[in-house]
T-cell receptor
């Protein structure tokens, strides 16, 4: 079993819609959770971090964490074509970081 | 504020050779982590350096080794290169204190290594 699981996609949404990206993790003692965006040929770019159960909002992005279900999600409101990228979920346990394989998002104009 | 930088950008080596990749951490950061990213996969954690010591390691063999210098820059060394070592190698820096459980990492542009 992989430490972090993501649906590889592609997830296609029309411009202006809400994109919902999901991630599950296996290690119950994981403490920190992150979402990164990676454009083709580029390095990952941090979008958000979340450490406590519940929702955290930053602009058009909302991260949701449910430690009991070992589940993290990212909502992107008012999706734009420039949001088209691969979204990576990362889970940290003190000094080890685990990434999922990423979900490819396509936002269609 | 200077971001994370890596050198070289691209590198071509042959099987059995050794390679050294370099990373300069972002200003104010004291921790460096190294990752290997194969095509179509997420980054795989190699190890982390904090206070010039290895502080956490993923499932990589001992031929992957590293250093962190007093200015917090870091090197990744890979000996006896194999074809499967071809990948994008990413360095990420962060600021953490001893015992901190939560710290964000910021990635450099990466080094593309090709092993022939």
């Amino acid at each position: 079993q992989k430490e972090v699981e993501q649906n590889s996609g592609p997830l296609s949404v029309p411009e202006g819609a809400i994109a919902s990206l999901n991630c599950t993790y296996s290690d119950r003692v994981s403490q920190s959770f992150f979402w990164y965006r990676q454009y083709s040929g580029k390095s990952p770019e941090l979008i958000m971090s979340i450490y406590s159960n519940g929702d955290k909002e930053d602009g058009r992005f909302t991260a949701q964490l449910n430690k009991a279900s070992q589940y993290v999600s990212l909502l992107i409101r008012d999706s734009q074509p420039s949001d088209s990228a691969t979204y990576l979920c990362a889970v940290a346990n003190f000094n080890k970081f685990y990434f999922g394989s990423g979900t490819k998002l396509n936002v269609k104009p | 504020e200077t971001g994370v930088t890596q050198s070289p950008t691209h590198l071509i080596k042959t099987r059995g050779q050794q390679v050294t990749l370099r990373c300069s951490s972002q200003s104010g950061h004291n921790t460096v982590s190294w990752y290997q990213q194969a095509l179509g996969q997420g980054p795989q954690f190699i190890f982390q350096y904090y206070r010039e010591e290895e502080n956490g390691r993923g499932n990589f063999p001992p031929r992957f080794s590293g250093l962190q210098f007093p200015n917090y820059s870091s090197e990744l060394n890979v000996n006896a290169l194999e074809l499967d070592d071809s990948a994008l190698y990413l360095c990420a820096s962060s600021f953490r204190t001893s015992g901190s459980l939560a710290y964000e990492q910021f990635f450099g542009p990466g080094t593309r290594l090709t092993v022939l």
